[in-house]
């Protein structure tokens, strides 16, 4: 069974740029949620999407958007991109069954940076 | 709202040595806990959980015990290799409140041979 897929692998962008990354999930798995990954910072949460249905979402800015595919391939976006932006952006997937066994399965990732 | 607390690392320890990654949480209601781990140009991936006080977790040797008298969820291994120089990630998730899966900063490990 194919993981969890995120392209491209590495990003590099200017500032005021938009960016478009994108996220395959474990077939089967409805669930994607988006993670910003900083040296500083850790791990925050961005967005969940389920069926197409954003689900929940993190204190991002809204120049961060996202969307989910009938076929629950997933996309991010980021306009107006700022030196901040730089980052590792992982996707994650699930199955329906949420609760205290949920489990996610993580891509490795696109490195994102910002000239 | 729900939080999570871990040790600053780095952590460097000569193989063979006992390792302890400190985690602690905040919650309203009754989360899971979860270590995670990522290799370096890996994503994460799920180390070991418990999903109840005093459960304990348990994975290639390490182990985790859920303690809810002191809201903690530490990390250990009673001897470590080379080969799990990584970042560990502390997580919680509280479905039924906070509905997202909340994880910490991230401690990074190295081991020395």
Redesign the interface.
């Known amino acids: 069974k194919a993981g969890v897929t995120q392209t491209p692998r590495y990003l590099i962008k200017t500032r005021g740029q938009q960016v478009t990354l994108s996220c395959s999930p474990i077939s089967g798995h409805r669930s994607v949620s988006w993670y910003q990954q900083t040296p500083g910072q850790g791990l925050q949460f961005l967005f969940e999407y389920f069926s197409e249905t954003q689900r929940n979402k993190g204190n991002f800015p809204g120049r961060f958007s996202g969307r989910q595919f009938s076929n629950s391939r997933s996309e991010m976006n980021v306009s107006t991109l700022e030196l901040g932006d730089s980052a590792l952006y992982l996707c994650a997937s699930s199955s329906t069954n949420r609760g205290p066994n949920e489990k996610l399965f993580f891509g490795s990732g696109t490195q994102l940076s910002v000239l | 709202g729900n939080s999570v607390t871990q040790m600053e690392g780095p952590v460097t320890l000569s193989e063979e040595a006992f390792l302890t990654i400190n985690c602690t949480y905040t919650a309203t209601g009754y989360p899971?806990l979860f270590w995670?781990v990522q290799y370096p140009?890996?994503?994460?991936?799920?180390l070991l959980?418990a999903?109840?006080a005093d459960d304990k977790g348990s994975n290639k040797g390490f182990e985790a015990t859920y303690r809810k008298e002191t809201t903690s969820f530490h990390l250990e291994k009673g001897s470590v290799q080379v080969s799990d120089s990584a970042v560990y990630?502390c997580a919680l998730?509280d479905?039924g409140r906070d509905?997202?899966?909340?994880?910490?900063?991230?401690t990074r490990l190295h081991i020395l041979p």
């Not at chain 2, 140009?41 to 799920?46: A, R, T």
């Not at chain 2, 509905?99 to 991230?106: H, L, Q, T, V």
């Open positions: 899971s995670y140009g890996e994503g994460l991936q799920l959980k999903t109840k990630f998730s479905r509905d997202k899966i909340i994880f910490g900063k991230g």
